[in-house]
């Protein structure tokens, strides 16, 4: 029989969110290096590159999650996204830390940036290329308010950047609005986006304590 055979298998990607691991630091530095390399414009200095890369410290100081992609069955032999996944084994479960959060618990963190009393921060998110569409990075950050709440947090800030735009998309889907009074930029070429979800109205927060204390 002639001709060229092609095969495809059903992919069934489960994503779970956890807790960054010790042996794991150098490869969720990786891929958000990668993630923020792939991004338009050339904008990663070295410097910052270097800071991305330091989960370890992040992990000390911060709460650092990561999405650890699971297939449970083979890839589609023809794809060019998930079926390259590193790891991904016909027939086989095949585990992959695919993406990268850094949750700040409060405006006290060494990690804050412009966060506001009582609120949590998310820094640093990404999803290797690779491995994007997924749904790591939702989960990420569904992961993310989760954690926030139950800190007890009156709601949850984040700055990306104007070429960030699937991520403003997974943002606004969540239901984090833009905070442009909140916008900031560091560097001349780097202009920050605010964007801001509210997690609990201030009569809510009364009822629970007082969110000067960022223990609370």
């Not at 010790?22 to 050339?42: C, F, I, N, S, T």
């Not at 990663?44 to 650092?64: F, I, N, T």
């Not at 998930?82 to 700040?104: D, E, K, N, S």
């Not at 943002?171 to 202009?191: C, H, I, K, M, Q």
Request: glycine residues 8%; contains cysteine.
């Amino acid at each position: 029989m002639s001709g060229t055979l092609q095969v495809r298998v059903q992919v069934q990607v489960q994503v779970q969110v956890r807790l960054v691991r010790p042996d794991e630091y150098e490869r969720a530095g990786e891929l958000v290096v990668a993630a923020y390399r792939a991004l338009p414009g050339g904008h990663l200095s070295d410097d910052y590159a270097a800071l991305l890369a330091d989960v370890a410290r992040r992990a000390r100081e911060a709460e650092v999650m990561v999405a650890v992609i699971a297939g449970t069955e083979g890839h589609d032999l023809n794809s060019t996204d998930a079926g390259h996944l590193p790891g991904q084994v016909l027939g086989q479960v095949a585990r992959h830390v695919a993406g990268c959060v850094t949750l700040v618990s409060d405006a006290t963190s060494p990690w804050a940036e412009l966060l506001e009393p009582g609120e949590a921060g998310i820094r640093m998110l990404a999803v290797e290329p690779r491995a994007q569409h997924c749904g790591a990075g939702r989960a990420l950050v569904e992961a993310c308010i989760s954690r926030s709440k139950e800190l007890g947090r009156m709601g949850l800030f984040l700055h990306t950047t104007p070429w960030m735009t699937a991520a403003q998309r997974l943002y606004e889907s969540l239901g984090f609005e833009r905070a442009r009074y909140r916008d900031w930029t560091p560097v001349p070429e780097v202009p920050l986006l605010a964007y801001r979800l509210e997690l609990a109205s201030r009569r809510s927060a009364d009822g629970i304590g007082s969110f000067d204390d960022p223990e609370v």
